[in-house]
């Protein structure tokens, strides 16, 4: 069993084949007043993990709860009602609430347990390769409301992160392409070694080869922590971790957070445009956009998201950017590329909504 662990200020993140196994260890050693265990996990997990995770539970009193992932219920709806049973059952901030699920199930337990008694012990068990690589980093909790996606929330860290690579194996290969993004992005604004490693791997990554898999899931928690571990408040720094996000949320808000486009497709899609405007603004080279665009292709990742890159669909996805939380007056700020592993700086580049759009009309 090849385990690593990447360290963070205030947990750590285990991530492995079978590394599920070390949650009994770690429940010891972080939450050693602890009776009883909130399961919340997404029904859509193979039942074996919940056999798994019970059989590391024996000493607790374990309540299990069901959950689907939509970004439908990732609601203050959801957070009331798990409220309530964790309210009726009496749980103490002593106790532990694990979430077992993807981003979904991650954003929502993990702010269920900021605002439980003013904050409950937290363990989060990423069952995407986009919450193992993206989401169950950074702290950001939270929930969708009728204005907008993950307007509410808070930031609070986990005791632990365990991050077992078996659990993707059950996961449609559409997820699979979703958490690959978020790798891409994290390569694309940080580290050219690391793009150039995809270049080469990124096939390999997608079937789910445990070496480069493991690899890529460690290089890319290492550079999101570098990036929330300087700036957890998001103020600054951590915002170039929205590279794409600006127009992939726009796209999401606009379909409606449905199964049409999901949110890696989304982020895909974004930093296209976003490379693509760096291009014509002279922020990056002709050669740096060719370079991501090629990946894209050779990796068959476009045709996931080539019917997106049409001028009416942006263009009519533009306006859902009014309540972005980038949007601190009546301009929207966006990160764009200089070339691969550096961006432009937070704040430096801000269009009002119009800008925008003459951009897109002229670009698409
Ligand atoms: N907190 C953050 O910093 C942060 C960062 C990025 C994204 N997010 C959030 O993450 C969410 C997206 O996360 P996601 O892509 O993991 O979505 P998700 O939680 O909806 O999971 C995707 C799908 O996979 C299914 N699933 C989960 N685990 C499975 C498994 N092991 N086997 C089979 N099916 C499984 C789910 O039921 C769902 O249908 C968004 O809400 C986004 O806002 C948060």
């Known amino acids: 069993m090849k385990i690593s662990r990447v360290k963070a200020k205030d947990y750590s993140i285990i991530i492995g084949k079978n590394s599920i196994f070390t949650l009994t260890s770690e429940i010891k050693s972080h939450c050693p007043k602890c009776k009883k265990v909130a399961v919340i996990i997404d029904r859509k997990i ?28 990732k609601n203050f709806n959801q957070v009331s009602m798990l409220i309530n049973k964790l309210l009726k ?35 989060n068990l990423p069952s995407t390769l986009l919450a193992q ?15 907008g996606k993950n307007l509410i929330g808070s930031f609070y860290n986990p005791k632990v992160v365990i991050s077992d690579t078996e659990f993707l194996k059950s996961l449609p290969r559409r ?60 103020k600054g720094l951590r915002m170039k971790l ?23 497709e989304a982020v895909l899609v ?21 370079e991501i665009l090629n990946l894209y292709k050779d990796s068959d990742l476009i045709k996931n998201v080539k019917k997106y890159l ?13 309540n972005d939380k980038k949007k601190d007056d009546d ?9 691969i592993g550096k961006t432009t700086a937070p704040g430096k580049h801000k269009f009002k909504i119009d800008q925008i759009e003459s951009l897109v009309q002229r670009l698409f």
Do not use: W
């Not at 993990?49 to 374990?62: A, H, V």
């Not at 070694?193 to 096939?203: A, E, G, H, P, V």
């Not at 929205?242 to 890696?264: D, P, V």
């Open 46 to 73: 193979p039942k074996r993990f919940l056999l798994k995770i019970k059989k590391n539970l024996k000493r607790y009193k374990i309540f299990v709860f069901f959950t689907s992932s939509s970004e439908k219920i």
């Open 89 to 123: 059952l009496n749980f103490n901030r002593s106790d532990l609430i694990i979430g077992v699920g993807g981003g979904i199930i991650g954003d929502m337990t993990g702010f269920v347990s900021s605002i439980y008694k003013r904050g409950i012990n937290f363990i």
């Open 133 to 147: 690589v993206d989401s169950c980093i950074g702290g950001k909790t939270g929930v969708n409301s009728k204005y």
């Open 175 to 234: 997820e699979i392409i979703c958490g690959y993004a978020e790798i891409l992005k994290h390569a694309i604004i940080y580290d050219k070694k690391f793009f150039n490693f995809l270049k080469k791997n990124t096939k390999n990554i997608l079937s789910l080869k445990n070496k480069v898999l493991t690899k890529s899931i460690n290089k890319s928690c290492k550079i999101k922590l570098s990036f929330t571990e300087r700036d957890f408040k998001e």
């Open 242 to 264: 929205n590279f794409g996000h600006t127009f992939g949320h726009a796209l999401e808000i606009q379909n409606k957070y449905s199964n049409k486009l999901n949110h890696g």
């Open 270 to 290: 974004g930093m296209l445009i976003a490379t693509k405007i760096s291009k014509f603004k002279n922020l990056c080279s002709e050669n740096t956009h060719n």
């Open 310 to 322: 049409n001028k009416n669909m942006i263009l009519k996805s533009i306006k859902f950017m009014r």
């Open 331 to 339: 301009k929207i700020s966006f990160i764009f590329l200089k070339r």
